[in-house]
């Protein structure tokens, strides 16, 4: 255990030392993906914390106005939908305390734009996952901006393409230049299944199941946040669909 002359930042980096794997126990259905919750990081880190005299709390804390948005929502099949959201922006504040009253302080951004209270617990919580990971600098596998971003992983038991045996004809063949693919407009994505298109004064923004359309979506010039788990940008960068 860390004595007390010993600083917050020696007894973080012995603490570091003792933490156990993240067990990944939630899983993403829509991506197939597994990751550690809120829970699981927790139970990784508090005895190696404790061990080294460290505690820590973490809280929301208001950092503005409550702002009233307009968004327009357009389904698959066309009808258009008008409602206003209540939109508040926080952040979660993570605290870490030593027993001779050192702290070390770190925030994490949170906006939202819902009124469920069930909803609004899980985008808490969420934050408060990333939150902590980020203060005690250990990784954890992001359950969705990861799954969109990571390529496509070779599997060991892939043959080698067999290469083509060379033409006995003098004259070469003749090879054709690949033709780009084209991506999607912005009203082919907002007519996909399960897709949403959302818009207000100055954002558009696209939810839903946006996974086979993430490269499409970056032509179009939008960007991932993973906190929200939307694509978004702003109008005056839109591209013509």
């Keep these: 255990m860390s004595e007390k002359n010993v600083s917050i930042y ?20 829509f991506f197939k993906s597994t990751y550690a919750p809120l829970a699981e990081v927790i139970n990784s880190v508090k005895d190696a914390l404790s ?32 409602e206003q959201k209540v939109v508040s922006f926080s952040k979660i504040t993570t605290t870490l305390f030593a027993g001779n009253g050192e702290k070390i302080e770190t925030s994490y951004p949170l906006i939202i ?14 934050a408060k996952r990333y939150a902590l990971t980020a203060a005690l600098g250990i990784a954890s596998e ?13 599997t060991a038991s892939a043959k080698p393409t067999q290469q ?4 006995t004809s003098a004259k070469p063949a003749e090879t054709k230049p690949a033709q780009p693919v084209k991506s999607k407009t912005l009203e082919e994505i907002g007519n996909a299944e399960g897709v949403t298109v959302t818009e207000d004064d100055n954002i558009v923004t696209v939810a839903g199941k946006t996974f086979s359309l993430s490269n499409d979506l970056r032509a179009l010039g939008f960007h991932w946040e993973g906190q929200t788990k939307t ?5 005056t960068q839109a591209v013509a669909a």
């Design 164 to 167: 083509a045996k060379p033409a």
């Design 10 to 29: 020696e007894s973080l980096i012995n603490a570091r030392k003792e933490f156990k794997p993240l067990i990944e126990t939630a899983k993403n259905p």
């Design 113 to 126: 734009a819902d009124t469920d209270p069930q909803k609004v617990g899980a985008t808490v919580t969420y």
């Design 51 to 82: 061990n080294n005299n460290i505690g820590f709390f973490q809280s929301v804390d208001p950092i503005g106005e409550k702002e009233i948005v307009n968004t327009t929502t357009t389904d698959k099949n066309g009808t258009v939908k008008t």
């Design 231 to 235: 694509w978004f940008k702003q109008k």
């Design 142 to 154: 992001d359950d969705d901006a990861q799954s969109v971003s990571r390529p496509a992983a070779q």
